[in-house]
């Protein structure tokens, strides 16, 4: 499976590891559907950034199309 | 469903019923079409009708002496159309433009005695379908006594076209034959299958006593005869009858030749009935074009005023006030059908899941439709089957379902007895959405009733399960039902006093074994309270929720309240039993919210006056959103008098979730002094945003309290993104499928609000 990349330099921190978050893959589902992304993650404790435009915009559409099936 | 049901479903939408002068006509012309390509002067296109619908359209078409004119709808709002000298005009105006194919020769000795216009057509119709026939006449020419009849109107050369056409199909031409009862003896042997045109034969040369034809094969009594044609008894001589034999007896003598009845399912054929409904009120009348030399026929001009007077019947008047039916452009009869459709589909995109979600239920097609097309039951059906297969995009009415459970569930929902008795006459029972949007008028609204009304009035703060039903939840509607008449018993029965019409129609239609009465009914029956506001002096519109469409008495108590308080009202343009809904019916605003506000702005367009007036609080939401000053009846009545009924604000999703749990914690203390339990953490996380935040939170269904959960739950773990850049936080949480993210930052007493969004994609467990 591919991966799709939605990882950009973003300027939030995690705050607990007070560390730059960095591209890694993740593996996202919805409904038997599974997807491996790139996205913006915390190196040491793994907490991952779902940005706005992602969550609203591909995310929705991709969430509908599963829905429809 | 399946396909009978569906099939039987489809048949009572007549939208695609054939219109007054197309049944009319014994060939079943396209008039309709054929009107509205004249209308646009597109005259190729016309004959096309012609040619595709008429033997020797050249001939016919000149003139036709069309029984359909009395029939075309026109006749009532002015003159009936012109149609047989509209398709003089078109066929002088124009070549053949289209020839029917011929199908392969399937053989078979066709014999037509008699070449009058039922002879022709005959002739012509079986050559076409591959059985050549031949047609033999004792004259020296076609069209038996047509071209005596039609003299002028006839040029002579259309025969000759009759003839090349019949040879084409592969007719073969005898004239001049001897037809007396020798050789038709002679002929009975050689032919399978024969025609006798009464026109342009005579019966006394028949060898067999013809006796009268079968009407709906024009069999005769010798097997394999057919006759038709020439003159019917006491009416003048018709070419469309001519027509409509030859057409009739080709038909007879092709099954005879198959060996299928003749008899079986005929009733389209020739002129007959139309279930057509077509209303003409509000069109204006137009009378007929003559034209200016009636032996010449129309110029181009007149005949184009004169077709643009059709008035296109169809039916569509469900459609003309649905704007869910105009939205997807569809009638009920192709809108089942897709919707059935998409219910069938084993893989792949189930692409009318929306179609489906976005009916308001609210049974206005059904009141208007000639035929009680009941669209809202389909859709409520295939909602059914969709929850049950598992197809149900579980983001078109998850929230709406968790506002129901959460109204239902222990922060919100209360059953007690009047403050200070232990037993129920009565029992209140505002719905979820009045709480939600009015709870102080719900508050005074119960110590008016618990005042005037004998016998203990209990409070029942809750849910009528709609929601679910609406979904297609049908299990979880029972359930809920199932919930509320048990706590309903263990208060002794009471009779409840319903304010909300959905809650009064389910409860009406599910659980009949309830006491119930509506609290318009009720409070009309009441001393009213004094109004403590000025009055406008204009009227205000009222506006009928659709659940109140079957319930008339509802909707007179509203009124006669009005009259009491002496509060002015008018009423919609539509309303009544045929009231709009106002986008949240079927819970369509949750699965289709653009349309939801469509629906909405139409209702308002109903407004004959500035201002409304609605007695349901979902209207009161909806139509405030389309910017019109609305007041809810209650408000006149019970609201605080500080506040102008007509200039109060939309609450929004947050809102209400926020005023139904307080409302209960508010009167278990004032009413009936409980103790109160402190309420959850996260709730007490002060939040403040802009409106337009709001806004944005309220379209992509996010509450308040979604938002304070994810902050408590950043704020408590330390888990959340930091922005040094503008001191910023970004948390997520997931409550339950949804997870909801927030970037806020901390404030003096509080937090402020900058986004907030959601997403049901799943992060992987052990990272999030
Ligand atoms: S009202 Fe609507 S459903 Fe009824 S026949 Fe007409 S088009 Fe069909
Ligand atoms: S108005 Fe037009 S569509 Fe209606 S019956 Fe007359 S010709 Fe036909
Ligand atoms: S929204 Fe109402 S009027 Fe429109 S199709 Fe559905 S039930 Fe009929
Ligand atoms: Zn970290």
């Given at each position: 499976m591919s991966t799709f990349s939605f990882a950009e330099a973003t300027e939030w921190r995690c705050a607990a590891c007070d560390q730059p978050l960095q591209p890694a893959k993740v593996k996202v589902t919805y409904l038997n559907a599974v997807f491996n992304v790139e996205l913006m993650v915390c190196?040491?404790?793994?907490?991952i950034l779902v940005p706005e435009n992602l969550a609203m915009g591909k995310m929705l559409e991709v969430e509908q199309l599963l829905e429809d099936k | 469903m399946d396909q009978s049901q569906l099939r039987a479903l489809e048949a009572?939408?007549?939208?695609?019923e054939m219109p007054f002068c197309t049944a009319s006509c014994p060939i079943h012309v396209d008039a309709r079409g054929l009107m509205a390509l004249l209308t646009r002067g597109e005259l190729r296109e016309a004959r096309k009708i012609l040619d595709r619908t008429m033997p020797f359209p050249e001939i016919l078409g000149r003139?036709?002496?069309?029984?359909?004119h009395p029939f075309c709808k026109r006749g009532e709002i002015g003159d009936p159309l012109w149609i047989g000298p509209l398709e003089r005009y078109c066929v002088s105006v124009t070549d053949t433009v289209l020839k029917p194919p011929k199908l392969p020769v399937k053989g078979g000795a066709v014999a037509v005695l008699g070449a009058g216009f039922s002879g022709m057509t005959a002739a012509l119709d079986l050559s076409r379908k591959g059985r050549p026939a031949t047609l033999i006449t004792a004259?020296?020419?076609?069209g038996g006594s047509l071209p005596d009849r039609a003299g002028s109107l006839l040029p002579p050369e259309v025969f000759d076209q009759a003839e090349a056409t019949l040879k084409r199909y592969g007719a073969e031409i005898v004239t001049g034959?001897?037809?007396d009862r020798q050789t038709v003896a002679a002929l009975l042997d050689k032919y399978d299958v024969l025609y006798f045109d009464w026109d342009d034969f005579t019966i006394d040369h028949l060898p067999f006593i013809p006796g009268t034809p079968d009407p709906i094969s024009l069999a005769l009594e010798r097997d394999g005869c057919f006759g038709g044609g020439g003159v019917e008894d006491g009416k003048p001589f018709s070419i469309m009858h001519q027509a409509e034999n030859g057409r009739r007896a080709a038909l007879s003598m092709e099954r005879y030749l198959q060996g299928v009845s003749l008899t079986a399912e005929r009733e389209k054929e020739g002129a007959c009935p139309t279930r057509m409904y077509t209303v003409t009120e509000g069109i204006p009348p137009a009378s007929e074009i003559v034209p200016d030399n009636p032996i010449a026929g129309y110029t181009a001009e007149e005949a184009q005023r004169e077709a643009a007077?059709?008035?296109?019947?169809?039916?569509l008047e469900c459609v003309k006030k649905c704007a869910y039916l105009q939205e997807y452009k569809e009638y009920p009869k192709t809108l089942v059908r897709k919707i059935y459709n998409n219910l069938s589909i084993v893989q792949g995109n189930r692409s009318a899941n929306k179609l489906t979600n976005s009916c308001s239920l609210c049974w206005q097609c059904t009141v208007i439709c000639p035929y009680d097309f009941p669209v809202a039951s389909a859709c409520h059906a295939a909602r059914q089957e969709m929850v049950a297969s598992g197809h149900m995009p579980p983001s078109a009415h998850s929230f709406a379902l968790e506002e129901m459970h959460y109204t239902l569930g222990e922060n919100c929902a209360l059953i007690r007895h009047q403050p200070g008795t232990t037993a129920s006459r009565y029992l209140f029972f505002p719905g979820c959405q009045l709480t939600g949007t009015y709870p102080d008028t719900v508050e005074r609204t119960y110590i008016f009733l618990t005042q005037h009304l004998e016998e203990g009035v209990g409070l029942f703060l809750s849910c009528c399960g709609a929601p679910a039903d609406w979904a297609g939840q049908s299990a979880l509607f029972t359930d809920v039902l199932a919930d509320l008449t048990a706590q309903i018993r263990q208060m002794g029965n009471p009779t409840l006093i319903v304010a909300c019409s959905s809650c009064l129609a389910a409860f009406g239609k599910y659980a009949p074994e309830l006491t119930v009465v509506s609290l318009w009914e009720m409070l009309d029956e009441l001393p009213l309270p004094e109004v403590l506001f000025d009055l406008p002096e204009s009227p205000l519109t009222v506006h009928d929720p659709c659940t109140a469409r079957y319930q008339e008495g509802v909707r007179a108590s509203v009124r006669s309240i009005c009259g009491k308080i002496g509060l002015p009202v008018a009423e919609t343009t539509i309303g009544a039993e045929l009231a709009d809904c106002c986008g949240y019916g079927g819970l369509l605003q949750f699965a289709n919210q653009p349309l939801g506000e469509k629906v909405a702005t139409l209702k308002v367009s109903r407004s004959t006056t500035e201002t409304g007036l609605v007695y349901c609080a979902m209207c009161r939401e909806n139509l405030v959103g389309t910017e019109t000053h609305i007041a809810h009846l209650l408000d006149y009545l019970f609201a605080d008098p500080e506040k102008n009924p007509l200039v109060r604000a939309k609450v929004g999703l947050s809102g209400r979730h926020e005023h139904r749990s307080r409302l209960k914690s508010r009167l278990q203390s004032t009413l009936w002094q409980d103790p109160i339990g402190s309420p959850a953490p996260h709730r007490a996380i002060r939040l403040e945003a802009d409106d337009e935040t709001w806004a944005l939170l309220n379209e992509r269904l996010i509450l308040m309290e979604d938002i304070q959960k994810v902050i408590h739950h950043a704020e408590t773990t330390g888990r959340y993104l930091h922005n040094p850049a503008n001191g910023r936080r970004l948390a997520a949480f997931k409550p339950a499928v949804v997870t909801y993210w927030a970037e806020y930052e901390p404030i003096s007493d509080g937090y402020f609000l900058h986004r907030g969004y959601s997403h049901r994609m799943q992060l992987p467990e052990d990272r999030a």
């Open positions: 190196p040491a404790c793994n907490f | 009572r939408c007549i939208q695609e003139i036709c002496d069309q029984p359909c004259r020296t020419r076609l034959a001897s037809l007077r059709c008035i296109y019947c169809e039916c």
